[in-house]
């Protein structure tokens, strides 16, 4: 199946001698250089990338990157210059007038910096627009947008005007005007970037609760690294109009692909990002229920370890088998571990986890952070070394993972 | 020697040959003319002045309020009593005929402006052209076209009144926010849409800023329009002054005068915010949804209206 949406060698050059400016690009020309030689801006260059359903794919870059260009190419807003937009498998470039509106109407819907509702509509009128353009009934439009306003959690302004209601709110009406819609893609081009920090970031929650529950195609623009690294299950790196990295959000930060992403990362909250699973390493040894204890004493000395994580049949962690508790069973002839062998001498987290909430259990206990997953099964363990090599190290440049 | 070019003998051509190819264009435009401007002075003339003050003073206060009303009757009394009530209705429906059509002509214009590049740069120049004109210039070939009376009078007035119209409504329409113009797009507006629901409905008080300079021009016009043979007020004024009557003509300027601050409040009012939010409320109430933030409602508009 081709993906939700689908970009290859996106391209768009403002203004005349668009052929000359092409050419020039291809060959490698930064922007300023066509600009002097042509008097046209290359706006976005040679962007591609697939977004699957239910991915919230993040764009980044300073302001003139590219970011707001790119994002009308998709619904072609903006008509592009060189390359192709696929939306479920169909080119939107193939599409006529008609056509095209259509799917704007039906499969993509977009949300803007600036809110752009109606100032003349109320609330209501505001996120019924995608269906009265479709013809929607009176009723339909009604009930749609309602039940939008109602999962942004405004229909008791459903009356209102947009002047009468809060930056966040309006917002909210944008959002609700965008689902209202039920269209596969969501385009956002800096939605929250015009909000106060305390609403942005209740915003943020609103927009992960809602992917959560909707699982929509998103594209969401940002100069905000720390709300792409929140938000973003990857993330394209802009830079004057070319993309310069493509990854999720750890993947960028500890291998960022140049100075200009790795300016970007360095004021990011590292233990925010990284999550345990990113941390995560092969457990130098474990041992199994009935393991006998003589061998896994001679496997803790070669280890050079004091303890090792005991799993039961299930792969489930079932404690913790210590040196001096080996030693004690093997004087008193245990031949095979056993809840009497175990001690309760370690700490769990779930892969998602980010560091910040288990950087307190790191290097507390006999064995390594066990990192587990939702049924209690052993994936990995987090050393303590591995924290503080993520926290604490500037970032390898030019390595690409 | 620099060779004389006859571009006044051209102009004359034009004029001639017009005359012989489409003179039943001319005949026409004059009869509709006629009709309409004739038609609206007996309407405003036939009923006891009473009546028209009383309707000019609830529509100041529908739109404006108390104060304004308040001058309209004061005003158009002293316009009875002057006895110039028959001659300032005269000059009414000339005004309004003449704004009402220059400014169905302007607005389109103004639109089509807005909309295409090409279009605005041939028209601007145009427009340069119709507002440095002297008036008497436009005079010219409205007499020959239309003879004398109240028609040339309406076309000249039109002519002049036309290009603020159109600017101020290309104007409003390229001020509309443009995320909210790709707002409509991007959600499968058809380009008849966008500019019916979002660009004219936002550019509305620039438009109407607009109607305001076309009908406050065309007031202008009106002493002018008496020199050609139009009846009204115009006419009262250059019989004063080709018979150097000081008295009269004060009384016909002044009723000009009076006719002009009325129109110029009242048609002010529809570019205000504070004329269109309270329509806009007052449509808003009607709607059943609406009527519970209704209440809350003029205390946040309020705030923001400029003094
Ligand atoms: N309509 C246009 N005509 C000419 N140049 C344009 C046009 N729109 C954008 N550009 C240029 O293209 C480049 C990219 O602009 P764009 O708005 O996409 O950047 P952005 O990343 O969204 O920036 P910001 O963070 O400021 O919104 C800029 O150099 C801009 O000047
Ligand atoms: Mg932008």
Redesign the pocket.
Known sequence: MPPVLGVSGLTKV??AREQEALRLAGEGLG?DEILRRTGA?L??HDVSFAVERGELFVVM??????????VRLLNRL?EPSAGTVEVEGRDLRALDDAQLRAVRNEKISMVF?HFALMPHRTVRENAAYALKVRGASAAEQRERADWALETVGLLERAGARPAELSGGMRQRVGLARALAADSEVLLM??PFSALDPLIRRDMQDLLEQLQSELSKTIVF?T?DLNEAMRLGDRILM?KD?RPVQLGTGPEIISAPADDYVADFTSDVDRTRVLTAGDLLREPRLTARLGDAPGDVLRALGVAEANGAYVLGEDGRVAGVARDDLLARALQEGRSALGPRELVPDYATIGADRPVVEFVHLVGRHAVPLGVVDDDGRLLGVVPRAAVLDALSAVPVRGRRS | MIPHIPLGQWVSDLIDWLLDTVPWLFDAVSAVMQVLVNGLTDALVSPPPVLWIVVFAALALLLRGPWLALYTVLAFLLVVSLELWVETMQTLALVLVAAVIATAVAVPIGILAARHRAVSVIVRPVLDFMQTTPVFVYLIPAVFFFGVGVVPGVVATILFAIPPGVRLTELGIRQVDREVVEAAQAFGARPGQVLREVQLPLALPSIMAGVNQVIMLALSMVVTAGLLGAAGLGAVVVRAVTQLDVGSGFEGGLAVVLLAVFLDRLTAAFGHPTALSRLVRARGRRVPSGAATAAREPASVGERQPA
Do not use: C, N, P
């Not at chain 1, 870059?61 to 790119?70: A, D, E, H, M, Y």
């Open positions: 403002f203004g922007r801006t706006a976005v870059g300073l302001s003139g990157s590219g970011k707001s260009t790119l903006i910096q081009d800096e623009i100069h802009l109009g």
